[in-house]
């Protein structure tokens, strides 16, 4: 038997044994073979066009690039372990570290390579349904062609030629650093981290959990206004990062084992086949993988977080884009309005035309409002509160009384920064004197065009009667803002909607000095942008989603491999394969489970507090993506229990 | 009468080109309440035998009906069932789940079982002072020395009152001392509990505890020694003799 005989042997068996590994080969270098296709592909230099798009894309490349390197290598860590008695025995009969270095470095590019090129091949083939994806997403018409990109192919080969020669040196300073006795010992070294739990170890994990909640409870404040220079801001939020971080950790590596010890005393030693297999393997096995889980949950909930925002973003684009225009077309030119409608005239597009008047006046809101910030840092009076002010007769189902106040478009990031008080009234000022109004309520759809909220600020609406006696003794001093722009808002909205894109073309032909809007063209611009990020983001997060997952899996598997005696002496005992399954099924839930419920909690603090920003609406979007990640998640748990259902099978 | 009763067991491993035959149509009764050893040299089939009595291995033809039940046409889940019941074992290597306490490896059995809390606590004392190992019943396998490791792996075998208790080489990895102390405490349980015990050994020392010994050569049985009222010592002299014979080495003592 020569060498070459033997590394064919092994490359055989190897196949067979590390399926996943060649599939989570192939599937990295199809994934990032697909991105780079696009990334070279001309359609999308029309949709990314601005070199924001471009830059976003390259560096989207740049990190997963990381993270199918840290993924290979981590992966790669795992099976050269695993192959530590093959190791040991071929230096034991003499082979030279060198040699099995040779052997190990022959078999790996033949398994490297020839998953990669059924990874490109595959990435080929996908390339268009990802692209496919993504115009949907940014709303391109244009058909997503099949093209196979040379550039793509060379930066693939190169890329993946890089990473391979990063595992053959790890694996050369792995086989150095043995000797034949520590290879030989390299499967037990885990057995031996059982030991009681000690006093330490519960301070450990009460901290741990200390920790978490201390981050939540922070971010929570982030954006109350209690923190507002910039440097403050940062600040909290490198200190909401460690908190956070750290108190994962800390988790891993002594709340588990803490919960988990709890539990088992309070079994009294008598523990039933599904607490055995599940709650005293997770109690060990998580303290040792502590470090691996704190950087999957934190990435994860990263990856989670921004793909929360960026839908948050996506979803709410419609929204806000009504919210700034508020009709098909609006201005606050009455000589734009005019252009417009006289073009709708010439090409008989049926429309409607209503015209509104913003007022500006002060209110004292002491009743009615209390911040939860300092008054004197936020600058603002609740004695005296500017407010824009309408009509209810232009506010379509809204019915308010002389002596009551409605305010419409209250944004949501007030919530933070001050609680409303129902049953209270407010003080209307004008020139000639002052009303009392019973507020009734508020919501978070603003009923007046973005440029006139003062960057967001509710709107207060009033009865017809009462707005036309605030008219009349207006305090024209506080009207300067709108008064260079005028303070009617004209909204025209096509009867028919077939017209918009006939009305757009139109709208399109003209010069507007003003600030005059169509709804869909603004819509547009927004989408692409925002259907550009939502894909990068979504691909980074798949790919992170599919390394972590595989990581957990493999790591699942060698404790299978491990815990196997402990299921032949089970089912010596009598336990049948059925009862270990369900024991089994219990520790695949809490393995993916506890990493998985971490990342979805920290991004849903993370989400909650600052989403406000991106958005309009934080719950449905973010739950989708949740909803959609625990999915795919999930998979790789079902998984491990088929290979464990293996093992369980082959332990007698 | 007879707890056990095995007839013409045969056991052959291999596919049809390279058939091995291990066992070679062997009988054998064990009555309620025996300390039965079986010895052999190495690749005689003791190993085997004790796999296939204890249903964790398949026989190729014969029958074996433990406590009147037949047991070679049960399926695996009946299988598991009868083990959970009547069969106790003990291994050369304990066997223990490392990430077990000595209580929680010791009740295991019992959990099975669904016998209550209480009773739980009972007899796990019990047996724990009977086997000197109650004050370790907190610590994990990786604290305590192997021969309190097979004591412990003896009391998950005795707690739920198994029909027969099946040992695989139970002092192969013990210290004379601790081997002694082991065999003698198995001995005491045999008398007080009236438990059955089948071991596997090739040490004589072990074997001259027992009440019975099989002598097993080449797949079959090759001669049976019985202890009667012989002391120890004497019985231990007959079983060197014994095997000295089976060895086809004659031996001087």
């Known amino acids: 038997m020569n060498i070459n005989l033997l590394i064919w042997r092994n490359l055989k068996k190897n196949l067979k044994n590390y399926y996943l590994y060649v599939f989570a080969l192939a599937f990295s270098s199809s994934l990032y073979f697909a991105f780079v296709t696009l990334q070279y592909d001309p359609a999308l230099d029309e949709a990314s066009g601005t070199i924001k798009g471009a830059a976003a894309i390259r560096a989207a490349s740049v990190l997963l690039i990381v993270i199918v390197a840290v993924f290979l290598l981590f992966a790669n860590n795992l099976f050269i372990k695993r192959r530590g008695q093959e190791i040991g025995l071929f230096q034991l009969i003499g082979m030279t570290k060198g040699q099995i270095f040779r052997i190990l470095t022959i078999e790996n590019f033949l398994l490297y390579f020839g998953s990669l090129f059924i990874g490109i091949f595959l990435g080929f083939l996908c390339s268009r349904f990802v692209l496919m994806i993504l115009f949907k997403l940014i709303s391109m018409d244009e058909l997503a062609e099949l093209q196979f990109s040379t550039q793509a192919l060379v930066q693939t080969l190169i890329v993946f030629a890089a990473i391979y020669l990063l595992i053959m040196a790890n694996n050369l300073f792995f086989i150095h650093r043995q000797s034949i006795l520590s290879l030989f010992k390299v499967k037990a070294t885990t057995e031996s981290t059982v030991k009681r739990v000690t006093i330490v170890e519960i301070i450990i994990g009460i901290l741990g959990i200390a920790f978490i909640l201390t981050g939540y409870y922070v971010s929570s404040r982030l954006f109350s206004g209690d923190f507002t220079s910039i440097n403050e801001l940062f600040i909290v939020m490198i200190f909401i990062l460690g908190s956070v971080i750290v108190g994962t950790y800390l988790f891993f590596r002594g709340s588990i084992t803490f919960l988990g010890n709890v539990i088992r005393k309070g079994k009294g030693g008598y523990l039933s086949i599904t607490d055995v297999m599940s709650l005293s393997s997770i109690m060990f096995r998580m303290k040792s993988n502590a470090l691996l889980l704190t950087v999957i949950s934190t990435v994860s909930a990263l990856a989670i977080g921004l793909l929360s925002l960026s839908y948050i973003q996506y979803y709410s684009a419609e929204k806000s884009a009504f919210e700034r225009v508020q009709a098909d077309f609006s201005t606050n030119s009455e000589k734009e309005a005019n252009m417009l409608t006289e073009a709708f005239n010439d090409h008989n597009i049926a429309y409607t035309e209503e015209t509104m008047e913003v007022l500006v006046t002060t209110f004292n809101m002491i009743d009615l409002i209390e911040l939860t910030v300092d008054p004197e840092l936020a600058e603002v009076d609740v004695k005296k509160m500017e407010s824009t002010v309408v009509s209810d007769k232009f506010v379509e189902g809204l019915d308010v009384l002389p002596n009551e106040v409605f305010f419409a478009g209250w944004p949501a990031m007030y919530d933070s920064l ?75 909205n096509l009867q028919n909607t077939g017209d918009i894109e006939k009305a757009n073309n139109l709208y399109e032909t003209m010069d507007f000095a003003h600030n005059t809007w169509s709804l869909q063209l603004e819509f547009e611009g927004v989408k692409i942008f925002i259907g550009l990020t939502l894909f990068i983001t979504g691909f980074l997060g798949l790919t992170f989603l599919i390394t972590s997952g595989c990581i957990i899996y493999f790591k699942q598997m060698d404790e299978g491999e491990e815990e196997k005696n402990g299921y032949t002496i089970l089912r010596k005992l009598g336990y049948t394969q059925n009862d270990l399954l369900k024991g089994i099924c219990v520790k695949q839930f809490f ?40 999915v795919l998640y999930s998979i790789f748990g079902l998984l491990a229990i088929l290979h464990y259902k293996k093992v369980i099978k082959d332990a007698l | 009468m007879n707890i056990l009763e095995a007839h013409k067991i045969h056991k052959t491993y291999g596919s049809r080109g390279n058939k091995q035959e291990v066992l070679k149509g062997l009988d054998l009764h064990i009555k309620q309440g025996e300390f039965v050893s079986i010895m052999g040299a190495s690749g005689s089939g003791k190993t085997t035998l004790l796999n296939i009595l204890s249903t964790i291995d398949h026989l190729s033809s014969g029958s074996i009906s433990i406590e009147g039940k037949e047991m070679t046409k049960m399926k695996e889940r009946q299988l598991a069932e009868f083990r959970k019941h009547y069969l106790g074992f003990i291994f050369q290597d304990y066997n223990l789940l490392d990430t077990l306490t000595v209580k929680e490896n010791i009740l295991l059995p019992l959990s099975i079982k669904k016998v209550s809390r209480t009773e739980a606590n009972k007899r796990f004392s019990d047996i724990a002072t009977e086997l000197g190992i109650e004050e370790l019943a907190n610590k994990y396998p990786s604290e305590i020395s192997g021969g309190q490791k097979q004591r412990t792996s003896a009391a998950r075998a005795f707690i739920h009152e198994p029909s027969i208790i099946f040992a695989d080489e139970p002092t192969g990895a013990l210290d004379s001392k601790a081997a002694s102390d082991l065999l003698n405490k198995l001995t005491r349980l045999n008398e007080t509990r009236k438990s059955t015990i089948i071991m596997v050994t090739h040490d004589p020392v072990a074997a001259s505890y027992c009440s019975r010994v099989i002598f097993i050569k080449d797949g079959r049985i090759y001669t049976q020694l019985n202890k009667g009222d012989e002391k120890r010592q004497d019985f231990f002299k007959d079983i060197m003799k014994t095997q000295a014979i089976l060895g086809g080495v004659q031996n001087e003592h």
């Not at chain 1, 009207?479 to 009617?488: E, I, K, P, R």
């Not at chain 1, 739950?623 to 959609?628: A, E, G, L, W």
């Open chain 1, 418 to 492: 001050m609680k409303v008080k129902h049953d209270s009234s407010i003080v209307m000022h004008t020139t000639a004197k002052e009303y009392k109004l019973d507020f009734i309520g508020l919501n978070d759809e603003p009923v007046i065009p973005f440029y006139f909220t003062n960057g967001g600020s509710p709107t207060a609406v009033v009865d017809d009667t009462l707005y036309k006696q605030l008219q009349n003794e207006l305090n024209a001093d506080l009207q300067l803002n709108l008064q260079d722009q005028g303070n009617h808002f004209y909204k025209i």
């Open chain 1, 591 to 630: 393995t993916f489970g506890i990493p998985l419920v971490l990342s979805l909690s920290h991004s849903y603090f993370a989400v909650k507090s600052g989403w406000f920003l991106f958005g309009t609406e934080m719950m449905t979007p973010t739950i989708i993506v949740m909803v959609i990640y625990t």
